[in-house]
């Protein structure tokens, strides 16, 4: 979840990601002031054949019941149907302070009046983050296009909620999480009643590797879990102090354990009790800094580390925009103003503690899947450092925000690799594509990719793949073949037909244009791309069963 990301240390981030960070420091400045033994597990006996197809493996569906329910406006489903549940939202629409958010976020006009269903002529678009994004006749769209895993990651954040207007539920980080486990398996209820009742439905929620393979074997979609939060088991650390003890880590993991959970962020957004994160850069960098402060006391620390992996650089003129914040709020403490970053190669200067340490080792005894993709460089070196000691395999990287250097070497670890789902190519505010990442990451691994992957980070406050500048002069032919076999023309959407050409990925439903895209632009790379595209459910619930 969160601002878009470059798998370099180099800058990459699109000029509205500066009106990104505007928006977030408008809703900070509204806030309240600124105060072992590893079982490694074996593979598991097949009974069914390998699964083909592709992986989600990064997506946020159930995000409207996190951040207190005050976030996002509409629902993945609702019991009165899609007229109830992507109905337009009040703060959301005209004059609402939502959308004013949502126009700053996404560069766009403030919306008028109607703008949802029936016919969404504002939302849901690639560039609106405030708006549900995966309604679940989309989720069907890209299962039929041969999705066949997707990972949904249980979100929350306490800060931001605690700074949005009117969240009707707690901002504690494990209640939104138990809030979204609830919710998804209502949703899955809702869509088996649709089809004959319990268990018919083709949306299952898979709590290990072998549910998944049973539920790819059925032809269905295999639903995960995963968890991408900022203060886990309330692993706070307010000035160097952490809130959590390992009892509270190890009640935790064992709760996430009875919820299937299969992969966790240790690490997020902020420094916490378990380690530091990966900064995010430019002015994005400044929004989530002042977060940084809010939640634990302290802003990032950093040091020079020339010569290997870095973090993301900071923006060296903080200060005046600190001062302002200061300005803005009496009770601000001394001490507020941002600090002024070299530019260099930095790092963040926290690294895996203790507790962090406890936690890695215990997601190993469970045999859960570690994503080091927000950690800071000397955190997630250290957690590599873990795993190679004791030969556990079971790392992600699903959305391409580690350093490029870490990535490689988690691969060879015999972690799972995905990509962002950038645009095709390179576009006015992605100056990545997925086809960029894609060949970097081939070119430099040490071993090829048995499957690869691509992380949508659907509703996770990111934007999605705008249209190619190139669709004009060479389109995505509709209708077209999905890799599944299956022939798709445009999609409709109540009232609205979308074509990836023209729209983006404006909703869920579109990835299986937009897979279609991807491959269709990849030239002589198509054979080697379709494959490791088609066996990334394959590898990564391989890669889960290995440590289980």
């Known amino acids: 979840m969160g601002t878009r990301r470059s798998t370099t240390t180099r800058s990459a981030l699109p000029g509205k990601w500066s009106r990104a960070a505007t928006a977030l420091l408008a809703v900070v400045a509204l806030a309240a002031p600124l105060s072992t033994s590893v079982t490694t597990g074996t593979a598991t006996a097949r009974a069914a054949a390998p699964i083909h197809g592709f992986i989600d493996a990064h997506t946020h569906i159930t995000a409207s019941q996190a951040f207190g329910g005050a976030l996002r406006c509409g629902e993945p489903f609702s019991p009165g149907g899609m007229a109830a549940a992507l109905a337009d939202c009040p703060p959301h629409s005209g004059a609402g302070h939502m959308a004013l958010l949502e126009s700053i976020l996404g560069g766009t006009d403030l919306p008028g009046g109607a703008q949802g269903y029936p016919t969404f002529e504002q939302w849901p678009a690639h560039d609106t983050q405030l708006h549900e994004q995966a ?114 880590i190890d009640r935790g993991l064992d709760e996430f354990a009875s919820w299937g959970v299969s992969t966790v962020f240790p690490v997020h957004k902020f420094d916490n009790a378990l380690g530091g994160a990966r900064m995010d850069e430019d002015l994005a960098g400044l929004a989530v800094n002042i977060g940084n402060k809010l939640g634990t006391q302290r802003f990032w620390e950093t040091e020079s580390c020339e010569g290997g992996p870095a973090d993301h650089s900071q923006p060296l003129a903080q200060t005046a925009v600190a001062d302002g914040l200061s300005a803005a709020s009496s009770d601000t403490p001394d001490g507020a103003a941002l600090p002024v970053y070299p530019d260099e190669p930095l790092c963040n200067v926290r690294g895996l503690t203790p507790l962090g340490e406890h936690a890695v080792r215990s997601l190993m005894d469970r045999g859960m899947l570690i994503n080091i993709d927000h950690m800071g460089v000397k955190t997630a070196t250290r957690t590599l450092d873990i795993a190679e000691e004791v030969g556990y395999s079971g790392l992600v990287v699903d959305h391409n925000w580690a350093a490029s250097d870490l990535t490689r070497r988690m691969h060879e670890l015999g972690g799972f690799v995905a990509s962002f789902a950038y645009p095709a190519d390179r576009s006015e505010n992605f100056e990545e594509s997925f086809l960029d990442v894609w060949r970097e990451n081939t070119r430099d691994a040490g071993r090829p990719f048995a499957g690869y992957g691509f992380g949508s980070d659907v509703n996770g406050l990111a934007p999605l793949a705008e249209p190619r500048p190139t669709a004009a002069a060479d389109p995505l032919p509709y209708p077209f073949t999905a890799p599944s076999g299956e022939v798709m023309d445009r999609w409709r959407f109540a009232d609205r037909v979308y074509d990836l050409n023209v729209d983006g990925v404006a909703q869920y439903g579109l990835y299986a244009d937009w897979v279609a895209d991807v491959l269709h632009r990849a030239g002589p790379d198509r054979p080697e791309l379709e494959r490791q595209l088609m066996n990334g459910a394959e590898a990564w619930t391989a890669g889960w069963e290995r440590v289980r």
């Not at 299952?204 to 049973?214: G, K, N």
């Not at 203060?231 to 000035?239: A, K, L, Q, S, V």
């Open 135 to 248: 309604y679940y006749t989309g989720i069907e769209r890209a299962w039929r296009g041969g999705m066949r895993v997707l990972n949904n990651h249980l979100v929350g954040n306490r800060v931001l909620c605690e700074t949005l207007i009117g969240s009707p539920y707690s901002c504690d980080e494990m209640d939104q999480l138990r809030r979204q486990v609830d919710y998804l398996n209502r949703m899955e209820a809702h869509i088996d009643a649709e089809h004959g009742g319990p268990g018919q439905g083709w949306f299952r929620i898979a709590r290990s590797p072998e549910d998944v393979r049973r539920i790819a074997d059925q032809g269905k979609l295999a639903v995960t879990l995963g968890v991408e939060t900022s203060e886990p088991f309330g692993c706070r650390m307010i000035d160097d102090v952490p809130q959590c003890t390992a009892e509270d």
